[in-house]
Nanobody
């Protein structure tokens, strides 16, 4: 299984970005929960948002609720993260990864991912 994250960049505070995660090699992709995670400089990975495969239930960390929206295109095997109202504290490397087949989105924690981290995509928000 491989993931390729893209869409990061440098934006001013208040700006928007849309991240994409292309997943390959994951049989029955639409049955898997896929999440976005991030790692800020000097910090551990943390869960940002996850989306369940079958029913589309979503989870958002408190620090992104109301600003980020996760979605997925099962046909294209892509998971998106629309980020609006970006803040300097959102600056981080963003990664995506599956957490499991029929896995609850609420368990959106780095320890639950089932593949190694990909290369990620860098998001930098200037004040």
């Amino acid at each position: 299984v491989q993931v390729v994250e893209s869409g990061g960049g440098l934006v001013q505070a208040g700006g928007s970005l849309r991240l994409s995660c292309l997943v390959s090699g994951l049989k029955n992709f639409d049955e898997y929960t896929i999440g976005w995670f991030r790692q800020a400089p000097g910090k551990e990975h943390e869960g940002v948002s996850c989306i369940e495969g079958v029913n589309g239930d979503e989870y958002y960390a408190d620090f992104v609720k109301g600003r980020f929206i996760i979605s997925k295109d099962n046909a294209k095997k892509v998971v998106y993260l629309q980020m609006t109202g970006l803040k300097p504290e959102d600056t981080a490397m963003y990664f995506c990864a599956p957490t499991g087949q029929y896995f609850k989105a609420q368990y959106c924690e780095p320890r639950n991912i089932i593949i190694p981290w990909g290369q990620g995509t860098r998001v930098t928000v200037s004040s």
